[in-house]
Structure formats: structure tokens, C-alpha cells
């Protein structure tokens, strides 16, 4: 589909900002992954000896700054909040933008995020309470809970909690909204904030996602799915998106957020430009919840309505930022679908996964690869796919595998497909 991009206006990235297991800024992170390090570890959140997964990417030794608190209960906010305070307090900064907004109503903010302050030991003392006298009694498990819950704790586990809290901060003032569309969620986020800018909603767009599930919930319910790599023994090696031994994917965590603004108005002040988002598909697979349609036709129309969306041509893409997860099945079916969009070209378009490195962020997993598509273009180089040892017949393109790249890269793409069949591809440019 081509829309028609008469009189509308053109959105740029103007701040960036990122807390993630490879680093809490966004120098360390792309330091990181240009050298081709891993943030996979055992898992410390929790005991998790007695699960089957003992592995995943863990934000380490980082605690919001206690003036970056917001008033009222801090010590209530989830730990998907904390990580959308520290990447929006970088982004803003890195900016300079609020300084420069005189209606607030013009500044909106929409995130990705996911749930937060997921309580197991609560839950478990509250169970415990139910089953005491051997079957399940709900009044006592309510009476438990109704002794041990907060509810500001409660309220604070909402997703859209991160949203309003930042709007708190930065009087933001316009529109205020949150997806959870899976793991395509921050995508999604910024390519609608860039719709709510260009046609007019918005002048400036806080956007980005917040996740954490590295807690006994998320990961139970992600080895129930069989989604999550076992591979305990070698945890940095555990994910390793289009390798044949790949056998499912490291959960992490973290957020990442970005400015988006009128590029007349970011012309305007002199604001330092990061790129532009120049195309924006979003498709739904409508087929099975959690498998992807073997013809691969959900990601293939995204990927063809956001190169359309930015009026290139499938030839013009230089580099593809893969949802490449480390599971049989998307690897494969993504790597389909490159050869669809690009035919012939196929194996001349690098392509690679930075999940191999910091692991699946999941609803903020979008927005981190599309910062890292913007650095691929500021400094010319491919971040890489590691852990890439033993090639696959199905997966067969050119991954940058195992060692960082020089390239020119003046248009991007940027992959995110969710659980739920929701695909997302936003599609960048360097020149604006």
C-alpha cells in the first residue's frame, strides 16, 4: 500500500536514551554491541534453580537516581517504571527539548509497556493461607490478600503506569496512550506517535517501552510456551538467533525511549537529528496465537507497507534490524520473508539480531533495535549476530555474523513481530 504523503509531515528522532542488560546508557550499550559482548547471565532476580530456563539478560547494577524519583510513593513504582524514568530522563536530556515546549498539550507521550511489580512471594503467602486446610478456600485467600497487598503496589503494576508517570514529569500534557501488542509493542508505539505527529495530533512525541518478566510468572509461562532456550550450561552462548542449534530465545529486560518531533521544528531550534521515521507497516498474521503463518504473509506485508510508507524501493534498504529471536520457527519464517521482499537481493542485505546479545527485551524490545538502526547509520557500522557457529538451510542471508561490520548505511529497517500474530516494521532514513 502507498499512501499519499502530500502536505504531511515528516517525523524525526531528536533524543535517544536506553537502560538494558548490555549497559545503562546508550554509549555503553552500543559500545557493547559492536564488541560483540553478552548481557546473558544466571538469572539472580529469583531462585530460579528449579526452573528449566536458569538463564537471562538481567539490567545489573542500576538503581534510579533518587532525583529522578517522581513525588508520591517511590517506593511503590514497578521495575518497568524505573527503567522508563532512566531511559526518558536520557532521551529528554540528550534532546534538549523541554526547554523548548511552551504548550504542553502539543506533547504527548505513548509507550510499549508491559505489566510490573509482578509479587510472587505475596501471591505465595496468600496461597499458602487458601490451601491450609488442604483444598483451596477463596475467602482466605482474599482475607490473606487483603492483609498484604498495597494498593498503590497494585496500581503501580498497570502498564500504563510508566506512561502517566512520565507525563507527570514532563508535563506533557497532550495525548497519553500505551500498547501492549507483545513484543511488537514500542514499535508499534513510535509508528503511532509518528502518525499522531504527522497528521497533525502532536508536535513532539515522548515514545518507547518498559518491560521486565524476569520473575517466576513470566518465566513459567514462557518455558510452558517451550519459547525459552535451556541451553543452562553456557549462558552467553544460549542465544543464537539463525544457528541451526538455536532452541529458543533469553528473556530479558529493560526500556528504551526516543524523542520524536516536527522536522521543521526540530530544523528550527537546531536540534541534533538522529534520523527520520520514514515508513511505519503494521499487519496482523490472524492465524494461531503464538505460531507464525509458515508463508511468513503478516511480516512480508509489514515489511513492504513501511518501505511503501517511506516511498523507496525494497533495492534501497541497507540493513535489517531481524526480530531474529533464537526460535526455530521465527528465524525461519523471518528469514522467508526477507527473500520475499527482496527477491534476488536477497542475500546482499545484511541482516542481523541483536537479541543474540542482550536477549529479548519483549514489549521494549522494538524500540531498543530501532535506536541501534539509527547508530548503524550515524556511524556506519553493523552491529553483529553472535553466536552464529553452524549454518542453517533455512536461514540462509547474510547475518553479520559474530564480528561488527563498516557499511553505509542510509535506510534501515527495523523488525518486530509479537506473540498474537502482530507485526510491526518501521523503516528509517539517514538523510532528512
Known amino acids: 500500500m502507498q499512501r499519499d504523503h502530500k502536505d504531511r ?38 531462585d530460579a534453580s528449579g526452573f528449566p530456563t536458569k538463564i537471562s539478560a538481567e539490567v545489573k547494577d542500576w538503581e534510579l537516581a533518587e532525583e529522578d524519583l517522581p513525588l508520591g510513593r517511590p517506593q511503590t513504582l514497578g521495575r518497568h517504571t524505573k527503567f522508563a524514568i532512566g531511559a526518558a530522563r536520557q532521551a529528554m536530556a540528550d ?7 511552551t504548550d504542553p498539550t502539543r506533547f504527548g507521550v505513548y509507550l510499549g509497556s508491559g505489566e510490573g511489580n509482578q509479587d510472587f512471594n505475596t501471591f505465595s503467602q496468600m496461597m499458602t493461607a487458601a490451601i491450609a486446610g488442604g483444598e483451596f478456600d477463596a475467602s482466605k485467600f482474599i482475607a490473606r490478600g487483603l492483609e498484604l497487598l498495597d494498593p498503590a503496589s497494585e496500581l503501580e503494576q498497570e502498564p ?22 507483545a513484543c511488537a509493542a514500542s514499535s508499534q508505539a513510535v509508528g503511532e506517535a509518528t502518525e499522531m505527529i504527522r497528521r497533525g495530533d502532536a508536535d513532539v512525541m515522548l515514545a518507547g517501552g518498559t518491560h521486565s518478566m524476569i520473575h517466576p ?8 510456551l517451550t519459547a525459552l532456550s535451556e541451553s543452562n550450561d553456557e549462558p552467553t552462548k544460549a542465544s543464537r538467533p539463525f544457528d541451526r542449534l538455536r532452541n529458543g530465545f533469553v528473556l530479558g529486560e529493560g526500556a528504551a525511549m526516543v524523542i520524536l518531533e516536527d522536522l521543521d521544528r526540530a530544523k528550527a531550534r537546531g536540534a541534533t537529528i538522529y534520523g527520520e521515521i520514514a515508513g511505519y507497516g503494521t499487519t496482523a498474521d490472524a492465524y494461531r496465537i503464538t505460531d507464525i503463518p509458515p508463508d511468513g504473509h503478516g511480516g512480508i506485508a509489514a515489511m513492504r507497507m513501511a518501505i511503501a510508507d517511506a516511498g523507496l524501493k525494497p533495492a534501497d534498504i541497507c540493513y535489517v534490524n531481524a526480530h531474529g529471536t533464537s526460535t526455530t520457527v521465527n528465524d525461519k519464517v523471518e528469514s522467508l520473508a526477507c527473500h520475499e521482499v527482496f527477491g534476488d537481493d536477497a542475500a546482499k542485505v545484511p541482516v542481523s539480531s541483536t537479541k543474540s546479545m542482550m536477549g529479548h527485551l519483549i514489549a521494549a ?5 530501532m535506536i541501534v538502526c539509527l547508530l548503524a547509520m550515524r556511524d556506519s557500522v553493523l552491529p553483529p549476530t553472535i553466536n552464529y557457529e553452524n549454518p542453517d538451510p533455512a536461514c540462509d542471508l547474510d547475518y553479520v555474523p559474530n564480528e561488527a561490520r ?20 518501521l523503516c528509517l532514513s539517514r538523510d532528512v
Request: charged content about 10%.
Open 406 to 425: 563498516p557499511a553505509d548505511v542510509k535506510y534501515a529497517l527495523n523488525n518486530s513481530f509479537g506473540f498474537g500474530g502482530q507485526n510491526v516494521t
Open 365 to 369: 524490545a522494538g524500540v531498543t533495535e
Open 95 to 101: 534532546s534538549g527539548i523541554l526547554e523548548t515546549i
Open 160 to 181: 500504563n503506569m510508566p506512561a502517566a508517570h512520565l507525563a507527570t514529569l514532563f508535563n506533557a500534557q497532550g495525548p497519553n496512550m500505551n500498547c501492549l501488542t
Open 9 to 46: 509531515r515528516r517525523v524525526v528522532v531528536t533524543g535517544i536514551g536506553m537502560v538494558n542488560p548490555m549497559g545503562h546508557d546508550v554509549d555503553s550499550v552500543w559500545a557493547g554491541l559492536q564488541a560483540g559482548k553478552s548481557g546473558v547471565a544466571y538469572t539472580t532476580l529469583f
Open 217 to 224: 510468572f513470566g518465566v513459567t509461562g514462557f518455558n510452558l
